[in-house]
């Protein structure tokens, strides 16, 4: 298993992880990119090119997980202002300190994305433990998420947001919940 920040020279790799729907109904990890009003406008094909400017852009927006040379998981990791929408204080994802929206050194783990073959082998926790030492090498002092505490179904699409226990076993800490089985959590880096 290789995990890597996803580069321009990567695109190909996560264009074929996230297939030709874009994953999650054609998102394409925009979600929490651009306001609702923008994301009613777009289709697939300007989420995806979104996405593709700004790993072209740069710095790496999250993490691609290889194994046999094939990209099979994705985690969305960087500063919350990579993120606005994750910041919304109607959200559960919103930050305790409105400054942390801001800071540089403020990041967030907001979403996963796992190929089917790949899921329920334990690729989120080494995504997530590859995402700690990105946040903490790229000089994060925070790392903070807002999982699922229950699913059902183990292939909910609402496990995008990664589950509590993942994020439990690295260390995170309960901050507040303030939507019923979404806690906002932190790890102090």
Known sequence: MNILPVTADLWDDFEDLFGKQGACYGCWCTHFRLPPAVRRENDRERNKDHIRSRIE??????????EDGKAVGWMQVGPRADVPEWNNQGRGSAPLDTADAADPAVWAVSCFFIRSKARGKGLTHRLLAAGIDFARSSGARLLEACPMDLSRDSR???LFVGSSRV???????????????????????
Request: aromatic fraction near 8%; hydrophobic fraction near 45%; charge should be positive.
């Open 57 to 66: 852009t740069g710095p790496p927006p999250g993490l691609l997980a290889f």
């Open 156 to 158: 909910s699409i609402g």
């Open 167 to 189: 994020f439990e076993r690295a260390g995170f800490e309960r901050m507040i919940e303030r939507k019923a089985g979404r806690p906002l959590m932190r790890l102090v880096l």
